[in-house]
DNA sequence: TTAATGACGACTATTATAGTCGTCTATATT
DNA sequence: AATATAGACGACTATAATAGTCGTCATTAA
């Protein structure tokens, strides 16, 4: 459903969220807290830069934080971002990305009807979800001690 | 978003529906009124057959003919007999079909709110349409003349 | 000056997709 | 029976995308 460098991004955000107060986080850190090929990990966390989402530091004590707010930060712009945009015929989106195989863009294509509702559905799930909502599912549970 | 056995598969689905009441269609039509590669075809078809969307009949006077009225085809049945089941991972769903490759299985996988929310509306989306629905969308406009 | 660290272009291996080709089998008609 | 028609089906291929890897360069702090 996603590729591996929208779920691996999606997993360094969560992770450089929980950690955004304690300075930059080292690429290598991350890569062995999530599993996450080193130098794949680069290309991903730099296009997440060059997307304005994350700031770099290059030399000793550098590494990479978090540049906006995690509610600031929608799932729809990473999916886009690594997976492009959703493939939807022109038929359906004005803004069309390339011209409808499938459909010869009749205006009777059945194929629009699925394509259109499957897009709302889609895009109104991502377009919803923030890096902060992930960030507080993941979060560890609070034990409250007593005493 | 679809392969092009999924967008195939519906087109002819869809024009076998309008064509129900004619007796059996030549793959070499479908082929021909779609804009489908007619090797191509022939196997989508026969998968659609052998999933019980379709019957077919050899020799003269054959063809490919709907089984199932348009209102009992899931377009979802539809399209993950060609595109797979929905790669939700298995932390998600419990019929899992592999094991998720990028969270650990982690209880607190911050990917899992996404692929759920996801799937939940994917899934509701192409479980509650049918081929009767692209069938009534895809109908040519019905023109009253007027005497 | 040096060690640490990100930047970045080029390369590769594997897999999936979208077909194509050739031959075989079943059926209706004559 | 012979023949033309039509689907069945396994094997093959070409292209592109995915998921990485490698080597080297540029910055920065100490």
Partial sequence: M???????????????AHKRHN??????DLSVEEGIPKKFLEN????????????SRKGKGGGYALLRR????????VVQ???GPLA???????SMVRSCNA?????????????????ESISGCLDRLTL????????????????
Avoid: H, W
């Fill in 88 to 94: 939807v015929p022109s038929c359906v989106k004005m």
């Fill in 81 to 83: 971002l690594f997976d």
């Fill in 70 to 77: 995690p509610e600031d930060i929608r799932i729809a712009q």
């Fill in 23 to 28: 300075g930059p986080v080292l690429i290598a």
């Fill in 103 to 119: 459909c010869g863009e009749s205006p009777q294509c059945g194929l629009r009807l699925v394509m259109a509702e499957l897009k």
């Fill in 132 to 147: 902060l909502d992930l960030v507080l599912e993941s979060e560890e549970p609070v034990f409250d001690p007593v005493i």
């Fill in 2 to 16: 996603f590729s591996m460098k929208t779920k691996y991004a999606i997993k360094a955000l969560i992770r450089l």
């Fill in 44 to 55: 991903i966390l730099l296009s997440l830069k060059n997307e304005g989402m994350l700031a």
